[in-house]
Structure formats: structure tokens, C-alpha cells
């Protein structure tokens, strides 16, 4: 279990480091204005959709019914051609009436700003079919125990569009949208070509070939199982991504607030993610299949000594990354994103956005971890439940918390609603089972290592004064 995880940890770590060197030339080339908001709107939507198919979403759902299928061929090309239809025909839409969507994802921008983001919209919009076929056939290589070509992909993005901004240097700030804009499209079709480029190394591609072939003669065959997987799509879409939502409602709501706003939700949110990512999507990834195998053979003492063993781990990491984001908030801020265009209040405002998101780090991180247990139980009604009361309860926070705090409200209420999922998520898994995996000998390591590292952390924070 655990080298699957360190190959996911590895490869989103990489990824992440070049991610956050492409946030700190665009903090540096753009800064938090007008038209790094409205990149950052322009590439919500397609990068929300990247998130909740790449992230486990498709994959703990589709991956079951590929192995229960008695035609997997066929079974695989009709989910493509059905999905692959949906998604395309919503990209051509969104390219024909670019204004309506971009109204759509930022309700509050004015016309003029509304006309200046459309072309942009129906850019970025390009990369969403590129990332569905890419999580498509990154779900075949799981199938075979392959982690390392998904896991690092994402990094040919990140070089795409520090590619761009390395072109369009010195150029007007539209130009530069411009260039970031096709490299999102770029770093798609990379990501699309080195996925089909592992699919031929593991001999994989005649799986399709076949689909294609016996299509029509086997389509009917497939009926029962084609249903019981949209039955399942959704709910489970809905359930695992919470926090995707959420941080796509803060920047909807954030367009009503003063130009800059968008910005350092967006800035804030890419460090929250790193953790989340590098830890608690890395180890969902890496122990849903193994979880899901053993409850299938009605194994759950052996699922629940993986449960276990993830928990703890995830428990003690997530727990140094939120004191660790939340006491440096500032100088984290400071150190990454305070030059050229990024001025020191936008880091002032973005510290203070980011201590509200890494409030909720632990709940979300944890929350990932026994939505397993549903899904791997295909309970995803459950967890659709779930996610529409966490989702219901961060809209009504963040309409009681955007005035008196603004950007960092919204940043706080997705947070609370965090805590809310965690606690219902834990009641759907189960209260006997949780309190099983609790351990009274790590909850005092867990307490003595929390006090020091505490410490710790506000002795390096006025050292850090003393010098800077």
C-alpha cells in the first residue's frame, strides 16, 4: 500500500513544485488584479471538472463496474463514447455563447469585465474533453497497478504554461492571459499523448480495438451494466468532491467583491491543495482498490488494518501541515508569492485566506479517507447525501460570513463545512469502526508531538522576524 502511496506522494510533489513555480511568475508577471482574475475564472470550470474526474471520482466508480463486467471492451467504449459525446457538446456550447458562460461561473463580474473573460472561457474550455480522456484511460493503468505515468502527467500542464508565461514575458497583461489560456489547451493534449503512450507500453490498446470492433454486435449485452453505472456516476461525482465545489462557490461569490478578491482565494487554495493533494488524495488513490477488494470478499478486518494504518498516518501529517500553514501563514505567503506585480497587501489578504482554508485541511483530508468505506461498499447515495448537506451548509456560512470577512469568510466557511461532512462521513462509516481505530497510545504521541511541534513553529516564526 504504502509504495503506491510514495509513488502518488512523489509524483504530485513534483508536480506541485512546478506548479507552484508557474503561481509565483504569475503572482510576479500579473499580481492579484482584473486579469489574473479573470484567467483564474476562465480556467475554474475545466480545472473544477479536472479535479472531480482525476481525483477518484471517476475512477471509484467506473473501476468496480469494469471488473464486474462480463464484456469490458465493449463496457469500456460505451462509457467513452457517451461521456466523451456529453463533454464535447458542452465544450462547443460554451464556445458558441462564451459571454452566457462566463456569466455563469462569475456572476458578479460587469458586462465589460464579462466581455473581456469570454474569449478566454471558451479557450480554457478546450482542455476539459483532453482531461476526461486522459482520467478515462489513467483508470486502466490503476487497473494494471500502474500510479507513476498519472501521478506525474499533471506536471506536463504545469510546464505548459510556464512555457507560456516564459514567451509572453514583458508583454501586455491580455497577451499574457492569452498565452496561459493555450497553454492549458497544450498541457492537455501532453498529458492525453503520454497516457496513450503507457496504454501501448502495457499493452492495453487492443482492449479498445476490440470495444470498437464487437461494438455493435455486444452493445445490447451491456444494457443492465451501463445503467447500474450511471446509477452510481453521479451520486458518487456529487459525494467525492465537496471541497472542488466549495472553492468553485468561493470564487463565485469572491466576483462580487473588490478586483483582487478572486486572486487570493485562488493563491490560498493552491497551498491548501498541496497537502490535500500530496497526502490525502495520494493515499484515497493508492488504498481504494485494496479496500474495495478485501470488503469484496467479505475480508473486513483485513480493510480495516489498512484503514488503520492510513488514518494514522494521514491524521499525524495533515495535522503538522495545518499548524504549519496556519502559524506561517504570512511568511509562507510572503516567501512565495511577494514580488514584481504581487504587492504586500495582496499578501496580507491571501495570508489571511489561507489560514481559513488550512483550518479545514484535516476534516476534508479525513473525510477522503472514510468515503472510501461508502464507495468501496457502493453506497455513493450516502455519500451524495453527505455532500449535499456539507455543500448546503457552506452556502449558508459563506452568505453569513462574506460581509463581515470577505474573501477570508468564504475561505472559513468552506472549512466549517468541512467539519460538518467529516462528522457525518464518520457516521456513515461508522462509530464502532472509528472508535476501533482510534488508539489511546497514539492519541498521546499524537498530543506531546502536536504541543512541541507547536512550539516549535512560534520560536522559528520570531526567529524568522528577528531577521527578516
Known amino acids: 500500500m504504502f509504495k503506491a502511496i510514495f509513488t502518488n506522494s512523489f509524483g504530485i510533489l513534483f508536480s506541485r513544485i512546478l506548479g507552484l513555480v508557474r503561481d509565483l511568475m504569475t503572482a510576479s508577471f500579473l499580481g492579484a488584479n482584473l486579469y489574473t482574475d479573470i484567467f483564474f475564472i476562465a480556467f475554474k470550470l475545466p480545472n473544477l471538472f479536472r479535479r472531480i474526474f482525476a481525483e477518484g471520482a471517476f475512477t471509484q466508480v467506473f ?25 464535447m457538446l458542452l465544450t462547443l456550447s460554451v464556445n458558441l455563447f ?46 494494471k497497478h500502474h500510479f507513476s ?22 508583454m501586455e497583461e ?17 498529458q492525453l499523448a503520454v497516457h496513450i503512450m503507457a496504454l501501448y507500453r ?64 485562488y493563491y490560498a487554495n493552491r497551498i491548501f491543495q498541496l497537502p490535500l493533494a500530496l497526502f490525502a488524495i495520494a493515499v484515497s488513490i493508492a488504498l481504494f482498490p485494496k479496500v474495495a477488494r478485501h470488503l469484496k470478499h467479505n475480508d473486513e478486518a483485513k ?33 512565495l508569492f511577494e514580488r514584481g506585480a504581487f504587492h ?34 457502493q453506497r455513493q447515495g450516502e455519500a451524495a447525501q453527505i455532500a449535499t448537506y456539507t455543500l448546503g451548509s457552506n452556502i449558508i456560512l459563506s452568505l453569513v460570513l462574506i460581509a463581515p470577512l470577505e474573501a477570508a469568510g ?22 464502532d469502526r472509528f472508535f476501533d481505530i482510534i488508539s489511546p497510545k497514539y492519541l498521546l504521541w499524537y498530543v506531546g508531538s502536536m504541543v512541541i511541534f507547536t512550539l516549535t513553529l512560534l520560536a522559528f516564526k520570531e526567529l524568522l522576524h528577528a531577521y527578516l
Not at 131 to 141: D, K, M, N, R, Y
Not at 161 to 167: E, H, K, S, V, Y
Not at 174 to 190: K, M
Open 202 to 265: 502495457l499493452n492495453l490498446l487492443p482492449l479498445f480495438i476490440g470495444g470498437i470492433t464487437y461494438y455493435r454486435r455486444k452493445v445490447a449485452a451491456i444494457q443492465h451494466e451501463t445503467r447500474q453505472f450511471k446509477q452510481q456516476f453521479f451520486p458518487a461525482i456529487w459525494g467525492n468532491s465537496t471541497a472542488q465545489f466549495s472553492a468553485f462557490l468561493d470564487t463565485w461569490l469572491a466576483s462580487f467583491l473588490a478586483t483582487g478578491a478572486i486572486s487570493y482565494l
Open 303 to 335: 480493510a480495516m488494518e489498512f484503514m488503520r494504518q492510513a488514518f494514522w498516518f494521514l491524521f499525524f501529517i495533515l495535522s503538522f501541515s495545518t499548524l504549519g500553514g496556519y502559524i506561517l501563514s504570512y511568511e509562507i505567503t510572503r516567501l
Open 174 to 190: 491580455e497577451t499574457i492571459v492569452y498565452y496561459l489560456s493555450y497553454g492549458v489547451v497544450i498541457g492537455g493534449l501532453l
Open 344 to 377: 504586500a497587501d495582496d499578501t496580507v489578504h491571501t495570508a489571511a485566506v489561507l489560514q481559513m482554508y488550512m483550518l479545514g485541511l484535516l476534516p476534508f483530508g479525513l473525510s477522503k479517507l472514510f468515503a472510501l468505506w461508502l464507495y468501496a461498499q
Open 410 to 431: 468564504l475561505a472559513l466557511a468552506s472549512s466549517l463545512s468541512g467539519f460538518i461532512g467529516f462528522v457525518m462521513t464518520v457516521r456513515a462509516f461508522g462509530n
Open 149 to 170: 505515468t498519472t501521478a506525474y502527467a499533471t506536471a506536463l500542464l504545469n510546464i505548459s504554461l510556464i512555457g507560456a508565461l516564459l514567451l509572453s514575458k514583458g
Open 98 to 143: 462564451p459571454d452566457a458562460a462566463s456569466k455563469a461561473i462569475a456572476v458578479g463580474f460587469d458586462a465589460q469585465t464579462i466581455t473581456l473573460a469570454a474569449p478566454f472561457v471558451a479557450i480554457n474550455f478546450f482542455y476539459l474533453p483532453l482531461i476526461f480522456l486522459v482520467t478515462f484511460f489513467s483508470t486502466f493503468l490503476q487497473y
Open 63 to 87: 473501476l468496480p463496474a469494469f471488473t464486474r463486467s462480463r464484456h469490458k471492451a465493449v463496457f469500456s467504449i460505451h462509457i467513452l463514447l457517451v461521456f466523451f459525446l456529453v463533454i
